[in-house]
């Protein structure tokens, strides 16, 4: 029989995308690169669909109908090249190699190009949703040439999640376009973590609230214009209680966050391409100051740790814990938009530097289901969007819908952020958000000083607002300005 498509790498990930496949009616080929994972698939789960079992990458190759679609599921970095290496010989002009790993973009762009100057396809897709998501229909985000997503496009657009009829699957741009968003996918979702873990930091630390009250809490917010994923089990994980101690789980699990590299890497790209991706690194050095357990324990004796005494006397916000709790709520959904914004300026920049025609509509709408930031508030994201070229909002907080939001946020947003310096609960994400938020909104920052410092250590010149050129200062000599 020959396959619709091949799958090495049968780890959770594979395994799943797998069946996935079969269960939508195709037939897929299986391998690994030991046999007993493909075995352990087929006796667990053989009668979902279609499977063929292979043992080696020439029985996959030779079980596949032409153009060959090879689906690579193997752990990311070295054993890519390593499956891309085998598999090059034994394919044929045409042949389409897929990368549904979570492979870092410049990865996946040289891999392209040397396949591509073989004749054949190289496909990066970014997948989220974990092993739920590969299953039962992640969110997919294919790079590569569009003409090779017109033989392989239907196919991930039928395993993909659905959003009312609709797949959470579509062309992305070229090469490493897909991984690329994939990445900042993830990047937003660290910064939405990290922004609901400021918001239970706060409510608990600030006005005393424990989980499984503040669990009814998040239950609430989950039917507010936060309406999200996170945010609903962030309710269910508030709720559980630990069986062998009767504590909420959340205190006894380790507050070490850790973490594989996609926050970091979105964090450093969004700073190569010159985009201030603030919220997102903010949530990346969270994650790392909270992996310093030791050095935390032993400042915190040496400053104390806990709620600060408040510096300016009473704090409103226990007084009227609701009013408090709905600050909280706003400061966390404009956190939430600034992260957004910053992921998608982040895109646009991406797409200018590495000449791709990213549309951020569809983007949104492929985040939509099947992945973990699935939110309500991508709809509004999209509708921002629907409008022709020329009217797209540069920003996203430009979009009226969010700037309305954003206007009704803002006096929350800044007593939240003031309230958690007042009493030493760190918020970066909340705190850096409002930050951007305030760059953004000043025509005039303080750069023009660093600026005239730059000049003055350093001849780095500068640019005046009231003529055209380029300018410096005669600092150690009699100070009069020359043109550059
Ligand atoms: P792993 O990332 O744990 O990789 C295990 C698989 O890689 C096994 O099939 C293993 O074969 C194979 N492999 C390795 Br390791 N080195 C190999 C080599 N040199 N040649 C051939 N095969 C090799 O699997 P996973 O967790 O299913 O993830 C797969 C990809 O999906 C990764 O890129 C991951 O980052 C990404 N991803 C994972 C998730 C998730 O929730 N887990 C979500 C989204 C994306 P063996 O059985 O013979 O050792």
Redesign the pocket.
Known sequence: MSADIGVT??????ANLARNLARNGYTVALH???AA?TDALLAAHGEEGEFVRTETLAELVDALERPRRLLI????GA?VD??IDDLIPLLDEGDIIID???SFFEETRRREERLREQGLHFVGVG??G??EGALNGPSIMPGGSQESYRTLGPMLEKIAADYHGEPCCAWIGTDGAGHYVKMVHNGIEYADMQGIGEAFDIMRSVAGMEPAVQSGVFREWNTTDLASYLIEITAEVLDQEDEETGHPLIDVIVDSAGQKGTGRWTAISGLEVGSPVSAIAESVFARSVSSQRELRQQTAKAFSSGVQETVTGEFAVADDREDFVEDVRKALYASKLVSYAQGLDMLIAAGEEFGWDLDLKSIASLWRAGCIIRADLLDTIMKAYDVAPEQRPRNLLLAEEFTEALNECLPAWRRVVAAAATHGVPTPVFSSSLAYYDSLRRERLPAALTQGLRDYFGAHTYQRVDKEGVFHTLWSGDRSEVSS
């Open positions: 790498g049968l780890a959770v990930m594979g690994n690169r030991s994972k599921m193997v752990k990311a054993p390593a499956v549904g790993g979570n997948v989220s974990g092993e």
